[in-house]
């Protein structure tokens, strides 16, 4: 099969390959990047353990190609942080909050719920419900995930000088 190539910038580093047309984005971000806090579950879309943002929106990695991120500005789960070592007020929330569960589906979460709050920073319950409901976790905890969405948004919010 002819090889395209693909530029794009993940996590703040500029990549450069040659790769196939039908190689996901998932796949291209964990097997050419080896960035495998990108998990691949029901490679369907409807599980979100894949999500990334790609120019700053929430995006399922596995329906999207790696050639169609050309030019993109690809963030995962470990670009979020502006350090290493730092989390970020979500993933500190998570971690508080025992939203962590066995972990696989946590890195879509934290991506998701860190786009959501940048787009709703006060969000009521209902509005945490239906941000998360694109998110499956398979262990069913979704209580401590509340939490966590809850937690990071008064962390954020106060952060920012406003009220929670």
Known sequence: MNEIPVTMTVNGEDRAATI????TLADYLRSECGLTGTHLACEHGACGACTVLVDGAAQRSCLVFAVQAQGAEIT???GLAEAPGEPTAVQRAFEDCYGLQ???CTPGF???VTAFLRDNPEPDDREIREALSGNLCRCTGYGGIYAAVRQAAAELAEAQGGAS
């Open 76 to 78: 995962t789960v470990e």
């Open 102 to 104: 066995c972990g696989f």
């Open 20 to 23: 196939e047309p039908r190689l």
């Open 110 to 112: 934290v991506v998701s």
